[in-house]
């Protein structure tokens, strides 16, 4: 746990970055945490992190690439639970034009977010430490619900 805190004591105090402008020293690994000016929002985890917060936030990014946005346009939406059939799937919500503007507007919001960064290469540090920054900062589109 000490050394969990000693990496979010690292990731709280970074100066935050654009997620359009990540600097060239940036680890391959880590967790990252998007924020909207002092509230945190979201924290991930990845093995690539360049790649994994273009998925966030790009253009061309996908409802199951850009998690955090989805979610966003699901609150916006009021389209909140998920489907597990064809009706309200995934997919189905893409079709949707409202609901594919709420996304396309929620992937540009993500990308206007601060993001900060730690590395972290270790698979499972990474996993303990998204959800130790998750639950100190109360970051309110995290959840560890299982499906």
Do not use: W
Request: hydrophobic share 40%.
């Amino acid at each position: 746990v000490e050394a969990l805190h000693e990496k979010f004591e690292r990731l709280s105090s970074m100066a935050p970055v654009m997620p359009d402008k990540l600097p060239p020293g940036a680890p391959p690994t880590g967790i990252y945490l998007f924020s909207e000016g002092a509230r945190p929002m979201y924290v991930g985890r990845t093995k690539n992190l360049r790649q994994r917060i273009g998925n966030h936030c790009g253009n061309g990014a996908q409802e199951n690439q850009a998690v955090f946005a989805f979610k966003l346009a699901r609150e916006e939406t009021g389209r909140l639970r998920p489907a597990y059939k064809i009706v309200g799937s995934r997919a189905a919500l893409m079709k949707d034009p409202e609901f594919a503007a709420a996304f396309g507007k929620a992937k540009l919001r993500v990308r206007r977010m601060a993001l900060r960064y730690v590395e972290e290469p270790d698979p499972l540090r990474q996993a303990l430490l998204e959800m130790y920054v998750a639950v100190v900062l109360k970051t309110p589109y995290n959840d560890f619900e299982t499906h």
